[in-house]
């Protein structure tokens, strides 16, 4: 299933090494006005081949609208965007097709679609896939921005470096800002030599490493979401799970409030003249699945990039017998860094949904 939303929808489409991906998105307001200059800004962030950290295969990543924009204003109809792949190596993914690379989704694609998945790449597999999302993500994002909603993310650790995480009382917006416009996005700027020399360490050796990416939404109306099974939670998680390499997510105090006393954990409220807030935001700016008005924190585990070019242990699908697999290819030894503006695509997309659901 690569389609998405209820309101605002979107559908994926493409593979990593095929003549293109893109996305449909459905649903958006008419008369929005989009400036391309900030859409490709957020997809020059998520494209690869310009950091050593990043895999080096180099790809423009310019979306092509083909249809939904007129006179650079949204015009109600579907807007579609296709990106060219122009950097394919395609033959260095030629004995992946009997060959599962440990990790990857190869072998269940091959169970699942009866061997005739395209492996180039990942296929559809692919976090290539992800671009169309980020230019998704950046239409919306612009959108809500004329509604007071900003939202940004940063690499909240690499293995076990740790960023400062958000303040989930008092995000200036100067900060949101400053990470929205970034491609290694940090609260504490000075962590990242430290980040980086272990991404590098693992390039070196062969290897990757994975991370967590924390997210915030300010500005978002409280009352929003729809339990048990259309809260904010829920519609946030089911669009980051879309995304590649994505193993967990938690919001607020997450798993560590598991080990907290329920008089630790509870946000006691105030009032701050005629609005409603909490003095601490464990909570995440959610409770039962609803808005509350403050902050919305979540945070968001990425597994090592499987594509290792070490030796590793797999099996043979046509000869029925184990062997040995050396992986080819352009691969980054962290995802996390990238990764980043498509979180925040991600969310971008499943606000959009929670004002509409909502009538705001």
């Known amino acids: 299933m690569s389609s998405w939303?209820?309101?605002?929808?979107?559908?994926?489409?493409?593979?990593?090494?095929?003549?293109?991906?893109?996305?449909?998105?459905?649903?958006?307001?008419?008369?929005?006005?989009?400036?391309?200059?900030a859409?490709?800004?957020?997809?020059?962030?998520?494209?690869?081949?310009?950091?050593?950290?990043?895999?080096?295969?180099?790809?423009?990543?310019?979306?092509?609208?083909?249809?939904?924009?007129?006179?650079h204003t949204?015009?109600?109809?579907?807007?579609?965007?296709?990106i060219r792949?122009?950097?394919?190596?395609?033959?260095?993914?030629?004995?992946?097709?009997?060959?599962?690379?440990?990790?990857?989704?190869?072998?269940?694609?091959?169970?699942?679609?009866?061997?005739?998945?395209?492996?180039?790449?990942?296929g559809h597999f692919s976090g290539r896939l992800t671009a169309p999302l980020v230019f998704a993500g950046a239409v919306c994002r612009q959108i809500l921005a004329r509604k007071g909603i900003i939202l940004a993310a940063h690499i909240a650790s690499v293995g076990g470096i740790a960023d400062t995480p958000f303040d989930g009382v008092t995000i200036p917006d100067a900060l949101l800002q400053r990470l929205s416009g970034t491609t290694f996005g940090l609260i504490d700027q000075n962590k990242e030599p430290e980040m980086r020399a272990l991404i590098e360490e693992c390039r070196l050796s062969r290897d990757s490493i994975g991370g967590t990416v924390e997210c915030a939404i300010k500005g978002l109306p409280a009352g929003l979401g729809s339990p048990m099974f259309g809260g904010v939670e829920n519609i946030i998680?089911?669009?980051?799970?879309?995304?590649?390499?994505?193993?967990?997510?938690?919001?607020?105090?997450?798993?560590?409030?598991s080990a907290l006393r329920g008089s630790e954990n509870n946000d006691e409220f105030y009032y701050d003249g005629d609005i409603v807030r909490t003095r601490?935001?464990?909570?995440?700016?959610?409770?039962?699945?609803?808005?509350?008005?403050?902050?919305?924190?979540?945070?968001?585990?990425f597994k090592p990039t499987p594509s290792i070019s070490r030796p590793q242990k797999t099996v043979d699908l046509s000869s029925h017998s184990d062997t040995t697999l050396e992986i080819n290819g352009r691969h980054d030894p962290c995802i996390v860094v990238r990764a980043v503006p498509v979180v925040e695509a991600a969310a971008a997309l499943a606000v959009m949904n929670l004002l509409k659901e909502g009538n705001s």
């Open 280 to 301: 601490t935001n464990h909570h995440g700016g959610i409770l039962g699945g609803i808005s509350s008005g403050m902050p919305v924190i979540f945070r968001v585990a």
């Open 237 to 257: 998680s089911s669009v980051i799970f879309g995304i590649p390499a994505v193993k967990g997510i938690e919001f607020g105090s997450g798993f560590a409030g």
């Open 5 to 37: 939303g209820n309101s605002v929808t979107i559908s994926v489409f493409g593979e990593s090494h095929g003549a293109g991906i893109g996305v449909v998105i459905d649903g958006l307001p008419a008369g929005e006005a989009l400036d391309e200059e």
């Open 85 to 122: 792949n122009t950097n394919t190596r395609s033959q260095d993914y030629g004995n992946l097709l009997t060959c599962p690379r440990p990790g990857h989704a190869d072998y269940t694609g091959f169970l699942r679609y009866h061997g005739f998945n395209d492996i180039r790449g990942g």
């Open 39 to 71: 859409i490709l800004l957020q997809m020059a962030r998520r494209a690869p081949g310009k950091d050593k950290a990043a895999t080096p295969r180099l790809e423009k990543d310019f979306p092509e609208i083909l249809s939904g924009v007129l006179n």
């Open 74 to 82: 949204t015009t109600g109809a579907p807007l579609c965007a296709v």
